[in-house]
């Protein structure tokens, strides 16, 4: 980092979302007019650094996306069905619907949960992850639809919804799961005639990143609603326990992890900081959940600082770079030779997701 500001994780996260206001006005965010997982990421951060600020202007921020996305009946203007990306940002209704409890913000959660219901399935009963690419699932869509439907779960009393999200998380750990590794592989055709797939197991061959990032925020995020009781939640703590043991065994010296997790002695791979966030908001919050010994929270504090450390400012604005652009499935090189970019949504909004969580512990641990 070229600046010697000391701050905490909550001056970097309102820094970085600071940075954001400036460029784009709330309707403006990329892509614009869409209601999609890139504005749904960077808000959903931004109302976790809301809840811990108590800052309104995030709060209206984030309601102010979500008006310009629909109409007053609560129809939204641009979002594609059978499309797990275009789920996710319906979780910013929930605390928008709680405040507001008016009718269109329910119709819209009503909509959301319909497609959901309807949503295809592979004949195992996997997600397809959007109609482009059908019978595959990718780790992605884990944290695209789990957290919203178990959110519509506990909202609507409607318990067997809890379901579907522990269905397709343990579905997804069985056919993607590398037991060498312990890590996920990032996609799986059931077909096996993507050309990316495995022609044995159905698998894709590299461990992505970010893909394998969602996977433990999702399930940690879903494991706060599922009810204890439920037959079920001891598997998915299981599954979040011994995925994030498997990740920490691949954190690099500088603290970050590579673009391709388990091949960081390649020098084509790179270290990639939307991961990495990912990774330190998912150890740091099971640290504090129990669900991992406070030893791993060394190995968040050493990711926090290699994230930090990367940064840069252009004046007030804060610069979160080395951050992969939106990826499909491939081959090594494919991953290694993606493009980066500086300040997109995916990468501020894993930077926020990672300060909230790192703050969070560190306040528990100071009590």
Known sequence: ?????????????????????????????????????????????????????????????????VDAMMDEDGNFYQREECHLDDIQPGNLLFPIYKRYPIEKYRKALDDLIADILRYPRNQEGGFWHMKLFPNQMWLDGLYMGGPFVCKYAKLSGRAEYYDISIEQALLMERKTLDRKTGLWFHAYDETRTAEWADRDTGCSHEFWGRSLGWVPVAILEELEYIPQN????????????????????????????????????????????????????????????????????????????????????????????????????????????????????????????MCAEVEKKRKKSSI
């Open 1 to 65: 980092m070229d600046d010697a500001r000391v701050m905490s994780p909550m001056d970097y996260a309102k820094a970085a979302i600071e940075t954001m206001m400036r460029k784009y006005g709330a309707s403006q965010l990329p892509p614009e007019g869409h209601f999609h997982y890139h504005q749904g990421v960077f808000l959903s951060g931004v109302y976790q650094t809301y809840l811990l600020t108590g800052d309104e202007k995030y709060f209206e921020y984030m309601k102010a996306w």
């Open 230 to 353: 439920h037959p079920e939640y001891q598997s998915l703590y299981r599954l979040v326990k011994d995925l994030l043991i498997s990740i920490c065994r691949y954190q690099s010296d500088d603290g970050r992890w590579y673009q391709v997790v388990d091949k960081g002695d390649d020098p084509r791979n790179w270290l990639e900081n939307s991961c990495s966030c990912l990774y330190v908001a998912a150890i740091a919050k099971a640290v504090k959940r129990g669900i991992l010994d406070d030893t791993y929270w060394k190995q968040a504090i050493k990711g926090y600082n290699g994230i930090i450390n990367s940064l840069s400012w252009e004046k007030e604005d804060l610069q979160i770079g080395n951050v992969c652009i939106g990826t499909g499935v491939g081959d090594f090189m494919y991953y290694c030779e993606r493009a980066t970019s500086t300040n997109d949504l995916h990468g501020v909004g894993a930077f926020l997701l």
